[in-house]
């Protein structure tokens, strides 16, 4: 589908990468975008073609509102997301893993149920999960997170399949760190946001189905046939060593 004309909505829209898409729709000329976000107020994009809206995205009966009084929707991006920076074992108790949980795979599975059937109305359009390199694997200085957009993964598989028959198209979009808040602190290399939203854009233009942002993230999925013996002996080190492979402390 072409961008121009489009009427989109992005979750997690009010700073870093949402509102990266949610400018970079507007310069391609998207009719309309919704800038969802927890407090809408927050929405830092202003333009007439701006509509903020708050939206949690837990919040199942907050889904199936903004679904209803968003109905002209034909591009939904689903970026909200949370990182909390835990492991599993070792974690005092389970709290992050079912928050990062809650918000990336059970939120985003509640856009996708919510909107499926508006996309459907509306001819089809595109749905755009925001992944991530660790959909691939699993870091233990963050684990609950590595889980969660796991899951997420298997779930942008499974949406593409069960919406292809409406002629809906799914993009899964795999980044390492993006230069954006969340990883203020992290001091390996990263990409800009506005490089991940060109190509996030271009693969829904050009029907592509998965899009691999950076040099680490496509180095990673290389190696899934050996990434036993070329990704975790270096993580494990690290894990008994104590120190984060992100140099921090």
């Known amino acids: 589908m072409w961008i121009s004309g489009a009427v989109a909505l992005v979750t997690g829209a009010n700073r870093g990468l949402g509102a990266s898409f949610t400018q970079a729709l507007l310069a391609r000329g998207a009719a309309t975008v919704y800038a969802a976000a927890r407090d809408a107020s927050m929405v830092s994009v202003t333009d007439p073609r701006v509509k903020p809206i708050d939206l949690d995205i837990t919040d199942r009966a907050a889904v199936a509102a903004v679904a209803q009084r968003c109905g002209d929707v034909d591009l939904l991006v689903n970026n909200a997301g949370a990182m909390l920076l835990g492991p599993l074992i070792t974690a005092p108790d389970t709290g992050a893993a079912r928050t990062e949980m809650e ?147």
């Open 103 to 249: 918000v990336n795979y059970f939120g985003t599975l509640e856009m996708c149920r919510a909107f499926a059937p508006v996309l459907a109305r509306n001819g089809g359009g595109a749905l755009v999960n925001m992944l991530s390199v660790v959909s691939w694997y699993t870091v233990p200085f963050n684990a609950s997170y590595c889980a969660s957009k796991s899951a997420e993964w298997a779930l942008t598989n499974a949406a593409r399949v069960e919406l292809h028959g409406q002629g809906t198209h799914v993009v899964g979009v795999h980044a390492g760190f993006i230069d954006t808040d969340m990883a203020a602190d992290v001091s390996e290399a990263k990409i800009a946001p506005e490089d991940v939203v060109a190509q996030a854009l271009d693969a829904v233009e050009n029907n592509v189905t998965e899009v691999i942002t950076d040099e680490w993230t496509r180095h990673v999925k290389s190696t899934l046939p050996v990434d036993q013996e070329e990704l975790y002996p270096d993580l494990r080190r690290a894990w008994a060593a104590g120190a984060s492979p992100w140099g921090r402390d």
